[in-house]
């Protein structure tokens, strides 16, 4: 299992601005993914965060407007860069321990309000 | 490409019924699983069923997976109101089944 601290917990930030949302684990995970979960929708998958190299996007997702890091097996930094109210979302954190699991682990998830 | 689609979007029923939803899903899979979200915060995992199971039980839940028809229910027995929540069925896109694609969501409301 993993236990995921996802900060911070919400935010109202001015359009324009960025805004990074992190996530940490209590131990090493070999998968980390960010979601984005629009108002009463579904999760979409933004990107994979790779460690030591760039994060695999989906497409539909930038590097510019969501910069990722992933600098070891326990941390992930997700950015949402010059926000416009359409970026208001729930943003998640999701890891999978190990690669013979496939049982996800959620952070609580960053709900940002962009005004 | 996958993807998981529930029905029905939206179930209210009184404690002590049945609550079952529907997954459909389009390509072949590796494995399902369902979640569920307490509003909007993270998911936590109820169960999995791998493509060669036809059924799964966990406590209350009972999952059954049709592949033929590419399709999952999951039915919650005995319901309290503290199962009120949304539940998502997720199916795998890789090899490992570790990439997933989230259906829209079942939204159950269960009342005293």
């Known amino acids: 299992s993993a236990v995921i601290s996802q900060k911070p917990s919400r935010d109202i930030c001015q359009r324009g601005t960025s805004l990074t949302i992190q996530c940490q684990v209590d131990?090493?995970?070999?998968?980390m993914f960010w979601y984005r979960q629009q108002p009463g929708q579904s999760l979409t998958l933004i990107a994979t965060?790779?460690?030591?190299?760039?994060?695999?996007?989906e497409s539909g997702f930038v590097i510019d407007k969501f910069p990722i890091s992933r600098p070891n097996l326990t941390f992930s930094t997700l950015t949402v860069s010059n926000m416009s109210p359409e970026d208001s979302s729930i943003y998640l954190c999701?890891?999978?321990?190990?690669?013979?699991?496939?049982?996800?682990?959620f952070g609580q998830g960053t709900r940002l309000t962009v005004v | 490409s996958q993807q998981g689609e529930e029905d029905p979007q939206a179930l209210s029923i009184q404690e002590g019924e049945n609550a079952t939803m529907n997954c459909s899903y389009k390509?072949?899979?590796?494995?399902l699983q369902w979640y569920r979200q307490n509003s909007g915060r993270g998911l936590v995992h109820l169960i999995l069923?791998?493509?060669?199971?036809r059924e799964k039980h966990s406590g209350r839940l009972r999952v059954t997976l049709d592949t033929s028809k590419k399709s999952s229910s999951l039915l919650i027995t005995a319901s309290r109101a503290a199962d009120t929540a949304s539940y998502f069925c997720?199916?795998?896109?890789?090899?490992?089944?570790?990439?997933?694609?989230f259906g829209p969501g079942t939204r159950l409301s269960v009342l005293p």
């Open positions: 999701s890891v999978i321990p190990g690669m013979g699991n496939t049982e996800a682990f």
């Open positions: 131990s090493q995970v070999t998968m």
């Open positions: 965060a790779n460690q030591g190299s760039e994060a695999t996007y």
């Open positions: 390509t072949s899979i590796n494995n």
């Open positions: 069923i791998r493509s060669n199971e």
């Open positions: 997720a199916t795998g896109r890789d090899n490992y089944g570790q990439n997933f694609v």
